[in-house]
């Protein structure tokens, strides 16, 4: 199985950037893959990114894609997500997600077994 740790997380101005890491341990980490996402206060869970721990593949949100980039350092059991031109609205407890892997990536927050404690991000005006 897999434990997450995600870190990273603090204040930035609107239009600034973050990157948020999720360390992952476990007898089978390199099985999984991982996603991102997002929890606003009083909304729902929302899907972002997520990446296979092997091959290149990975899988954006559209209301991310071309400002948010995930990556991994599979020698460092390391995702890592890169965050920029962040806007008030994403202020948000940012969750990093596993699951077992499988051909296609993901963006259905059920379809991920182990979750990590989340980080907050705080993006001011």
């Known amino acids: 199985q897999v434990q997450l740790v995600e870190s990273g997380g603090g204040l930035v101005q609107a239009g600034g950037s973050l990157r948020l890491s999720c360390a992952a341990s ?6 999984f893959n991982i996603g991102w996402f997002r929890r606003a206060p009083g909304k729902e869970r929302d899907f972002l990114a997520a990446i296979k721990w092997s091959g290149s593949r990975t899988y954006y949100a559209d209301s991310v894609k071309g400002r948010f980039t995930i990556s991994r350092d599979n020698a460092k059991n390391m995702v890592y997500l890169q965050m920029n031109s962040l806007k008030p609205e994403e202020t948000a407890v940012y969750y990093c997600a596993a699951m077992w892997s499988s051909t296609t990536l993901s963006s259905t927050a059920r379809e991920y077994s182990y979750w990590g404690q989340g980080t907050q991000v705080t993006v001011s005006s």
Do not use: A
């Open 26 to 31: 476990g007898r089978s980490v390199n099985d």
